[in-house]
């Protein structure tokens, strides 16, 4: 059973079930997902098969299939004919199956081989049309908090959300899939809407476990819980990645929207909470100003203390209090402390020496060191450098780097260079005619993909290997 594509008005009429007749589908909205073709103009006396069999179709008639659908013809449970490309077609029985629908994929041939059905003419025959339309405003829910390890606070919390989200059956393939997976068969089977589809329980489950994995990539990826729906569009795209057997019945997720923040549980309010209150103590500024406030608030009491004596036991206690808030507040304190000199503290005399034995700071006329009686140790020998003249004290001279006691290496001479008058010169301008020493001719490699051309001062326009434009990035 076969199709031929016709002209329209090229359609006449015979008797009984050879009668021809004018199938469409009617209105398909974006809320319907199947609908069953229906016989147009049907009880007019003129143009209907009053005497054919219901549920088949008379050999000769003629099918319109619309933009945005993908009809099937279906003989005894069977698919027999695939159509998505707009237009009027003539059913033929004495023909092999048909398919219209652009570029075939292999795998549509094999679907249509293990579906389809030829032979006499069967008991039940009739036409669906598949919407491949994208439908929208299917609405979702999380019943429970979903887990969500966020990598800012590199710990994991609980999240809820809704929104909605649409689907779309897209070619030709998916929806015999969907036709085969999903819609209900039978004679009296009928339109089939999304909402009866997406209301199921599963599809609801399905959808939140694909929508899981989509944001386990977003947490791979380093968005924080805060940032979610500003990555709407990765996270649908990993949504539909995840949603396997969705595609396996044809239905492709194509957006995904929440209608309204994500939220977080209580349990994780309490704990990111504690995280901020946590991170934000131990900033040095907001330790001090802890410290302020609850001394503040200690002295505001210590007024309305009653009793002799109590105001000046007060002070007392908060002097007591303020030497232990320094004292804490020293510990919190990240620069490590000096170790105390030996000398007891005090301030190291201007122009002393250091002990290197204690550390003790002296004065220059002590010749022993105050902390632990050591001798002034001898001044170092100084030097001068031989090649530079520069007077030093350590190994290696500061100037130029001359080891103690050898000259340093003498400095390469500089390239020679000829000139356009013909002198030969070794500094930046011309001896003879004061010309400036010529730039260095350019070498080009290809800064995208590292090819060098033969020869590097005259690369091509475009890289051959990657198509990169030569210019000056591309200058070694």
């Known amino acids: 059973m076969g199709l031929i594509k016709a002209a329209i008005g090229a359609l006449g009429g015979t008797l009984g079930d050879t009668w021809k007749e004018e199938i469409h589908c009617g209105s398909i909205d974006n809320k319907t997902l199947l609908k069953v073709g229906t016989k147009m103009h049907e009880g007019s006396a003129r143009t209907s098969n009053t005497k054919g069999t219901e549920n088949y179709i008379s050999n000769g008639s003629a099918i319109m299939v619309e933009t945005g659908t993908c009809m099937l013809t279906v003989d005894n449970g069977k698919i027999t004919n695939i159509v998505t490309e707009p237009g009027r077609y003539i059913l033929d029985n004495s023909s092999a199956p048909s398919i219209f629908a652009g570029n075939i994929k292999d795998s549509l041939k094999d679907l249509l081989s293990r579906f389809t059905y030829g032979g006499t003419p069967a008991a039940e025959q009739k036409v669906v049309y598949i919407n491949l339309q994208e439908i929208p405003g299917i609405p979702f829910g999380t019943s429970e908090p979903m887990p969500y390890f966020d990598p800012y606070y590199n710990t994991s919390i609980e999240l809820r959300c809704f929104g909605r989200f649409s689907v779309q059956i897209p070619d030709a393939e ?19 809407s999304a909402t009866a589809v997406f209301s199921n329980g599963q599809y609801k489950s399905e959808f939140i476990q694909a929508l899981l994995g989509g944001l386990a990539e977003l947490s791979e990826q380093g968005v924080m819980y805060s940032r979610i729906q500003t990555k709407l569009v990765p996270l649908a795209q990993a949504t539909a990645k995840n949603a396997v057997d969705w595609q396996e019945r044809g239905l492709v997720i194509k957006s995904v929207g929440f209608e309204g923040p994500v939220t977080l549980s209580e349990a994780s309010k309490k ?24 001394i503040a608030a200690g002295i505001e009491a210590m007024g309305s203390n009653e009793g002799s004596g109590g105001g000046m036991m007060g002070v007392m206690g908060m002097g007591q209090m303020m ?25 190291a005399p201007v122009g002393g020496w250091k002990c290197p034995t204690c550390g003790a700071q002296n004065a220059d006329t002590a010749n022993f060191c105050s902390g632990c009686g050591a001798k002034k140790p001898a001044p170092p020998e100084s030097w001068v450098c031989p090649s530079c003249g520069a007077n030093n004290t350590t190994n290696f001279c500061s100037n130029c780097g001359a080891k103690k006691g050898e000259a340093a290496p003498a400095p390469a001479a500089p390239a020679a260079w000829k000139c356009e008058c ?21 070498k080009y490699k290809c800064d995208k993909c590292g090819w060098v051309p033969a020869d590097p001062e005259k690369p091509p326009k475009f890289c051959p290997e990657c198509g990169d434009l030569f210019d000056e990035n591309d200058v070694q």
Do not use: H, I, W
Request: charged residues 20%; hydrophobic residues 35%.
């Open 422 to 442: 013909g002198a030969e010169n070794t500094t930046k301008f011309c001896s003879n005619c004061g010309k400036p020493k010529p730039a260095a001719p350019k």
């Open 271 to 294: 704990l990111l909470g504690a995280r901020l209150e946590a991170d934000t103590q131990l900033d040095d500024r907001v330790q001090k100003a802890m410290m302020n406030k609850s």
């Open 323 to 347: 030497n232990m808030g320094a004292n804490l507040m020293g510990s919190y304190n990240t620069q490590p402390q000096q170790p105390t000199p030996p000398n007891g503290g005090a301030a």
């Open 174 to 192: 998916a929806a015999v899939r969907f036709y085969t997976e999903v819609a209900p068969k039978g004679v009296d089977a009928g339109d089939l």
